[in-house]
């Protein structure tokens, strides 16, 4: 049912051959650059010398599925695309422009986007000239119910003024950031679902202050998490993205294909934490033979491969479903591989660093680091426990259409 196209086959063909000749090669040039900086969000050269080549081969925009800005590719053809990329995920995915929230973002510009604002920032963004951020979780309010969002736009003549604080916004930090996508509330006492607004906003507008960079597990990723303080800031009312009050169906146009991003860049994580598990087993001996022949070592191997190929069935079930019958219709597939995958990868990974005894817990393997990242994912578009609350209330509707609804 999800065999690839034959123009998935010949993108994941040269993808590879990308990942094997450039970026693998590429890892050392990377952190060296970035530790000879010694500015945490510095932009190493690599990356531009990268997307240079990747543009060279055709390898660029991969995951739009609007056929005038990328190649068109389903959900279903890019997925095994994005899991290649989630190997090197520090570089790849950006090398490719391929990278959220840029991704995300350039969807939300292409399908509510004016004229004006595809002029000014979407085609830039295509061309990985600029970099973006996503404005949304808040640090006084439970965001994980975006209805709490506080932060407000309130309408001023031609104006709407922009009041409020955000954080981990991510890409804020990004040294080719230019601009917002910030998610508010214009209309208090409008109906639950509709007090939500997004606008476009230049990072460098009067009243913006970047005020820290949040670590991930102590660690300062290049893009930062920016806390930001919104202090009387004036944008222009075309500055809205396509109607007061649609904050909340443009985040949902925005998070589906994000999911399958996510997840399949984890598998690819967790194939080639997989692999590091694989050949430090065979490579280490105790007790006078490899640890590759014990048999604990090869539960966890055997484990981890079923786990994957579970995890990515499912995620390419998502990606299908996603291409034929919509976005609503793979509701229950779409949380149900947000919650599966960042655990299984956490689980890989986890394995991986204990073959690698006190080694794994360093920078000199990517595994503490990677295991980082997707402990981050299980709060990245949602909660584990917002996404399972959406599967029991789907499964409970199922068998009984009238639960939970009032008379």
């Known amino acids: 049912m999800w065999e690839l196209t034959d123009r998935a086959k010949r993108y994941r063909e040269y993808l590879l051959a990308f990942m094997d000749e450039h970026v693998y090669p590429a890892e050392p040039v990377y952190w060296a650059q970035m530790a000879a900086s010694g500015d945490p969000h510095h932009y190493p050269p690599i990356v531009e010398e990268l997307k240079t080549e990747a543009k060279k081969r055709g390898l660029w ?50 399908l509510f986007g004016t004229e004006e604002h595809k002029e000014r920032w979407l085609k830039p963004l295509l061309a990985g000239e600029i970099a973006s951020s996503f404005a949304m979780t808040e640090p006084a309010v439970a965001s994980s ?14 104006e709407y003024v922009l009041n409020g604080r955000k954080w981990w916004t991510s890409n804020a930090l990004h040294k080719n950031c230019r601009v917002l996508i910030v998610m508010g ?16 906003v ?35 009312a075309t500055a809205l993205l396509a109607g007061e009050g649609d904050g909340f169906m443009i985040g949902q146009a925005r998070l589906g294909p994000g999911r399958i991003h996510h997840c399949m860049r984890s598998i690819g994580a967790a194939e080639r934490a997989l692999d590091l598990m694989i050949d430090r087993a065979q490579a280490r ?11 604990n070592i090869q539960d966890w191997i055997a484990e981890a491969r079923v786990e994957i190929e579970m995890a990515r069935l499912l995620t390419l079930k998502t990606a299908y479903l996603m291409d034929t019958v919509g976005n609503r219709q793979a509701r229950t597939e779409i949380a149900a591989i947000k919650v599966a995958v960042p655990q299984m990868a956490l689980k890989v990974i986890d394995r991986a660093i204990q073959v690698h005894g006190a080694g794994g817990l ?22 584990d426990e917002v996404h399972k609350r959406t599967l029991a209330h789907m499964e409970l509707r199922r068998r009984d259409p009238r639960w939970g609804r009032t008379a």
């Not at 119910?145 to 031609?158: K, P, T, V, Y």
């Not at 001996?285 to 048999?295: D, I, K, M, Q, T």
């Not at 360093?362 to 909660?383: C, H, I, K, W």
Request: proline letters at 10%; charged letters at 25%; one cysteine or more.
């Open 362 to 383: 360093s920078n000199d393997f990517p595994l503490a680091d990677m295991y980082a990242q997707q402990r981050t994912l299980r709060f990245a578009d949602g909660p």
């Open 145 to 158: 119910d975006a209805s709490n969002i506080e932060l407000r736009m309130e309408r001023d003549g031609d």
């Open 61 to 110: 925009n991969l995951f739009h599925p609007h056929p005038e800005w990328g190649p068109g590719l389903t959900n279903l053809e890019y997925a095994p695309l994005a899991e290649i990329m989630g190997r090197s995920l520090h570089i790849a995915p950006e090398a490719t422009n391929c990278n959220a929230p840029d991704t995300g973002n350039m969807e939300v510009l292409t």
């Open 202 to 236: 230049p990072l460098d507008t009067p009243g913006i202050t970047v005020l820290r960079s949040l670590p991930l597990f102590g660690y300062q990723d290049r893009e930062g998490h920016g806390e930001l303080l919104f202090e009387n800031v004036r944008v222009p």
């Open 285 to 295: 001996v105790s007790f006078g033979e490899p640890l590759a022949n014990r048999a």
């Open 185 to 200: 509330k214009t209309d208090p006492d409008a109906p639950r679902h509709r007090q939500q607004s997004m606008m476009v």
